[in-house]
């Protein structure tokens, strides 16, 4: 079962941030916070990672909870095009990705 | 650089007949990953090859499903026979193995009707 408890679903005004809740409560301390995302009939595309430290990269910041127990991936201005299921995974780096069924975030015009 | 690639893309077949999905990983990667997905919900691992060998295979379905990876590049699912249950996007992916971050990158899936 998955360890992440997501909204189902969010939507998002075109040119504002989207902020994406993900609750992992039972994490522990080797496991790291993942993100991917699912647009229509494509694979799951990997976003970002992170274990304790705010993380950003050229697609998303990843803030997490300073007792890691909750995280929120943030794009910083969202299209059209970031309409998709996202995902929240906690995992040990070695370990297979579980997937739960996700926050389908839609952005409007 | 060359994505996951995977063919078909769609296959319609009939309850009880066979299908093989075919895997091309990113060069240099050792791990290859198949995957199940059910409409309306996240991906299910079947199947995580390390080079040419079987790490975890407790999901897949032995009975009717069966992965190879020859070589420990390509790779080919199968089930025979074809279930309606089976009716699912097959998603092939790949990560180096290796490496402490071990970022799995994703096909674009096969989508499988059983009729």
């Known amino acids: 079962d998955a360890k992440t408890t997501q909204p189902p679903s969010m939507d998002c005004a075109e040119g504002r941030a989207a902020n994406l809740p993900c609750n992992h409560s039972t994490i522990s301390g080797n496991e790291y916070v993942y993100w991917y995302r699912q647009i229509h009939s494509q694979g799951p595309q990997y976003i970002i990672h992170g274990l304790k430290n705010n993380e950003t990269n050229e697609m998303a910041s990843l803030i997490i909870t300073e007792d890691r127990k909750s995280s929120t991936l943030i794009l910083p201005h969202a299209t059209l095009r970031d309409t998709a299921v996202y995902y929240c995974?906690?995992?040990?780096?070695?370990?297979?990705?579980?997937f739960g069924t996700g926050t389908r975030l839609q952005v409007f015009p | 650089e060359a994505g996951v690639a995977q063919s078909p893309r769609y296959k319609i077949i009939e309850k009880r007949q066979s299908v093989a999905f075919w895997c091309n990983p990113i060069s240099g990667h050792a791990t290859l990953y198949w995957y199940q997905q059910i409409l309306g919900q996240g991906p299910k691992l079947l199947i995580q090859?390390?080079?040419?060998?079987?790490?975890?295979d407790s999901q897949l379905p032995k009975d009717r499903f069966s992965a190879e990876r020859l070589k420990g590049v390509d790779s080919t699912l199968k089930i025979q026979p074809a279930k309606l249950e089976d009716s699912a996007v097959y998603l092939c992916?790949?990560?180096?193995?290796?490496?402490?971050?071990?970022?799995?990158?994703f096909g674009a899936g096969t989508r499988l009707s059983v009729l």
């Open positions: 090859f390390q080079n040419n060998g079987v790490v975890d």
């Open positions: 992916a790949s990560s180096f193995g290796q490496r402490g971050d071990n970022i799995q990158y």
């Open positions: 995974i906690v995992r040990v780096n070695t370990d297979k990705l579980i």
